[in-house]
């Protein structure tokens, strides 16, 4: 049945976001073609959240760590801008700033995980 899930990241920042998975988060990758990069990405958990927003909904992305503080040293040592830590109960979280500005959440989990 299902063997995977494909994430697609949309930005006008193409280059400096492959770089940004390559080069800083490390995430091991193929050529799929034409000098396009397909990466691999950790074990994933898949959460369903109700919405009260009748148009276009959200769909979220957040990267998961062992240790938030860790994490964010190493990320900090290769330029990466982080919020401060937040603790929602569920997880500590921050964010990462991306190429071009967006954002990517990160979270260490509190909660169960069927990954553990």
Known sequence: MITGIHAIFYTKH????????????D???VDAGNGRLFFAAPPTELGVHE??????PEHELWLICDDIAATMRQLEGKGIKTTPVADRGWGLVTTLELPGGDTLGLYEQKHLSPLT
């Open 51 to 56: 919405t009260e927003e009748e148009d276009d």
């Open 27 to 29: 995430l091991p990758y």
């Open 14 to 25: 193409s280059k400096e976001m492959v770089d940004f998975l390559k080069d800083v988060l």
